[in-house]
Antibody, heavy 117, light 110 residues
Framework: EVQLVESGGGLVQPGGSLRLSCAAS????????MHWVRQAPGKGLVWVSN????????TYADSVKGRFTISRDNAKNTLYLQMNSLRAEDTAVYYC??????????WGQGTLVTVSS | QSALTQPPSVSGSPGQSVTISCTGT?????????VSWYQQPPGTAPKLMIY???NRPSGVPDRFSGSKSGNTASLTISGLQAEDEADYYC??????????FGGGTKLTVL
């Protein structure tokens, strides 16, 4: 079964850092681009970042550029999102998703990040 | 990049059909046949329902269909069932390895 499981969320103060992980199983992780998408409480989905198969190419939404870094470890079948200089508006559930063609499937269950003092 | 425009809510009775629109621009929806749709029941992760405008993944009922005209994509759900009640999101590739989502539509089955 293809599965993605996020972890690493929690409560962090404004200006702080957090690293999210996404453990993949059931498919050849190194063959797929991977993405992070977030959803603020009661709000819609927002695309955050993606990374190519070998980690050499990354792209970010303007709202996180320069603060977030996406990376992957294909030997560990794990995707990461390093989040620095966190702001209240970064509070959200963060989902990782596998990209197949131009669509996202499947999605992980999400991990909640709360930025508050 | 601004979010694609979806109606905040739609509703229908069991057995009826509803259509959810997703309006973008000539730079996103209008430029690419890379529109996908996701269903998100409350408290759960999004699930792929339609990819590349009108293709249905295995396991998705054929009551779900997608189309596109110009800068607007649409998701139609026919033979509405109570289990279809959820939030629905469209997504489009917008070039340079970036994507955008719609604001989401809450479907209520009356």
């Amino acid at each position: 079964e293809v599965q993605l499981v996020e972890s690493g969320g929690g409560l962090v103060q404004p200006g702080g850092s957090l690293r999210l992980s996404c453990a993949a199983s059931g498919f050849t992780f190194s063959s797929y681009w991977m993405h992070w998408v977030r959803q603020a409480p009661g709000k819609g989905l927002v695309w955050v970042s993606n990374i190519n198969t070998d980690g050499s190419t990354t792209t970010y939404a303007d709202s996180v550029k320069g603060r977030f870094t996406i990376s992957r470890d294909n030997a560990k079948n794990t995707l990461y999102l390093q989040m620095n200089s966190l702001r209240a508006e970064d509070t959200a559930v963060y989902y990782c998703a596998r990209r197949v063609g131009s669509w996202f499937d499947p999605w992980g269950q999400g991990t909640l990040v709360t930025v508050s003092s | 990049q601004s979010a694609l425009t979806q109606p905040p809510s739609v509703s229908g009775s069991p057995g009826q059909s509803v259509t959810i629109s997703c309006t973008g621009t000539s730079s996103d929806v209008g430029s690419y046949n890379r529109v996908s749709w996701y269903q998100q029941p409350p408290g759960t992760a999004p699930k792929l329902m339609i990819y590349e405008v009108s293709n249905r993944p295995s396991g998705v009922p054929d009551r779900f269909s997608g189309s596109k005209s110009g800068n607007t994509a649409s998701l139609t759900i026919s033979g509405l069932q109570a289990e279809d009640e959820a939030d629905y999101y469209c997504s489009s590739y917008i070039g340079s390895s970036t994507w955008v989502f719609g604001g989401g539509t809450k479907l209520t089955v009356l």
